[in-house]
């Protein structure tokens, strides 16, 4: 079965700092997609990145990139010059294809400090 | 365009009653999935349909759970004899439908059972 661990609860950032959400997974497919979702207090569910495991290089998206280490089935999320904005529940994901069910972790919720 | 629409946002049933869910998707997505999101949690998978098919119920708690989407568009979620322990933030995703989509979230619907 599929598995997908966060094994911070919960971390804090200084605005204008960088900060990293660890995600790690499980899966006996060699082929699939990781997502980071941000999930702020108004529970709307927003996709942050994704990432195809076929493709080495890693994803960005303006200030969010990740750092994919497939050996060891390990797909963090970088957050530079953070926002207040940024602050949210943030749920790391996988799924065999971009349209078959996801498995989430149990969430990071980051703070961002003024 | 719009996004993913549900309703009603917050819904409080005495145990023992019947509820119904509403996910509207965005027009055209083919694919339509139901997680729930225990609080402090990560949203679980239910179930999902691709057009009016439901190809995969295996994550219905129990068979009180029922999900239709007789055409293709709307879907519903169906609780009968509500418990204490259905009580959770039910969301519904869509996409297009192929294997390289996005699932995109609404808002969910809060269901308290009392």
């Known amino acids: 079965a599929q598995t997908v661990t966060q094994s911070q609860p919960e971390m804090s950032v200084q605005e204008a700092e960088t900060v990293t959400l660890s995600c790690t997974y499980d899966?006996?497919?060699?082929?699939?997609?990781l997502f980071w979702y941000k999930q702020p207090p108004s529970r709307q569910m927003i996709l942050v990145i994704r990432?195809?495991?076929?493709?080495?290089q890693n994803a960005t998206e303006n200030r969010f990139s990740v750092n994919f280490q497939k050996a060891a089935k390990s797909f963090s999320l970088k957050i530079s010059d953070s926002q207040l904005g940024d602050a949210a529940m943030y749920f790391c994901?996988?799924?065999?294809?971009?349209?078959?069910?996801?498995?989430f972790g149990k969430g990071t919720r980051l703070s961002v400090i003024a | 365009g719009a996004g993913v629409s549900q309703s009603p946002r917050y819904k409080v049933a005495k145990r023992g009653q019947d509820v119904a869910l509403r996910c509207d998707p965005i027009?055209?997505?083919?694919?339509l999935f139901w997680y729930q999101q225990a609080l402090g949690q990560g949203p679980e998978f239910l179930t999902y349909?691709?057009?009016?098919?439901?190809?995969?119920k295996s994550g219905l708690p129990s068979d009180r759970f029922f999900a239709e989407r007789p055409e293709g568009s709307v879907s519903t979620l169906k609780i009968q004899r509500t418990q204490q322990e259905d009580s959770a933030v039910y969301l519904c995703?869509?996409?297009?439908?192929?294997?390289?989509?996005?699932?995109?979230f609404g808002p969910g619907t809060r269901l308290t059972v009392l």
């Open positions: 994901a996988h799924s065999p294809s971009g349209n078959t069910p996801l498995v």
């Open positions: 995703a869509s996409s297009e439908g192929w294997n390289t989509d996005t699932q995109y």
């Open positions: 899966t006996s497919e060699s082929d699939y997609y």
């Open positions: 027009s055209g997505h083919v694919s």
């Open positions: 349909f691709q057009n009016e098919a439901q190809l995969d």
């Open positions: 990432q195809e495991a076929y493709k080495q």
